[in-house]
């Protein structure tokens, strides 16, 4: 079955590092999702990317889904004390495009 | 508010009882889920419903039961037949097909 794999599994920078999250598909997905958790609570919706090579920013985050819409990534340039969380990546089901495949998180933790 | 609302917050179950875990949604969502989360771990579906009277057993089902009898609700029965029920609990809901999913605030059960 699909299966969403990210890496790496945590990640602990110095503030002001950039960070990055890597989202691999084992199918082609129709478009792809990032959440963040943060300690304690929920997870939020951040972006959907739906394009071919589609890159998107949010102030310091960018998103990018890559040409053959498998892969993607999270880059947060210059890490705050306010990233630390956990980011999902997910994907529409194969089968039933309503049902999404999370990935197991990035959990970040960012040292001041 | 509009929003997902999910209750108890925190619940503590002695071995062999069951609990049910309410969650609603005003958003006018057609789907809904139930996912399961473990500490430091990611999102495992447990149950999910696309519409009224109809739900499908995700990929952790067992020891659990669900309900779709209106489309606001859909609670989740942990059984006495799971076996590790120590977890977070996470709902959520969608309009169809691989729309952003928006998640309640999440249960804590503990089995004591």
């Known amino acids: 079955g699909q299966q969403v794999m990210q890496i790496p599994q945590y990640q602990h920078v110095q503030e002001g590092e950039d960070f990055t999250t890597y989202c691999n598909s084992s199918t082609t997905l129709s478009n792809i999702q990032w959440y963040k958790q943060r300690p304690g609570g929920h997870p939020v919706f951040l972006i959907q990317l739906v394009k071919s090579g589609e890159v998107k920013k949010q102030k310091r985050l960018t998103f990018q889904f890559e040409e053959a819409k498998k892969n993607s990534s999270l880059h947060i340039t210059a890490t705050q004390t306010t990233d630390v969380g956990t980011y999902f990546c997910a994907g529409p089901g194969e089968t039933s495009g309503s049902r999404l495949t999370f990935g197991e998180g990035t959990q970040l933790t960012v040292n001041p | 508010d509009g929003g997902i609302t999910q209750s108890p917050k925190y619940l503590f179950r002695k071995e062999g009882q069951n609990v049910t875990l309410s969650c609603e949604q005003n958003?006018?969502?057609?789907?809904m889920y139930w996912y399961r989360q473990d500490p430091g771990q990611g999102l495992r579906l447990i149950y999910y419903s696309q519409i009224v009277n109809d739900f499908q057993k995700g990929d952790i089902a067992e020891g659990y039961s669900v309900s779709r009898e209106k489309k606001e609700s859909f609670p989740l029965t942990v059984t006495s037949a799971q076996k590790n029920p120590t977890a977070f609990y996470l709902c959520a809901s969608t309009f169809f097909s691989g729309n952003t999913i928006y998640f309640g605030e999440g249960s804590w059960l503990t089995v004591v």
């Open positions: 958003l006018n969502h057609d789907a």
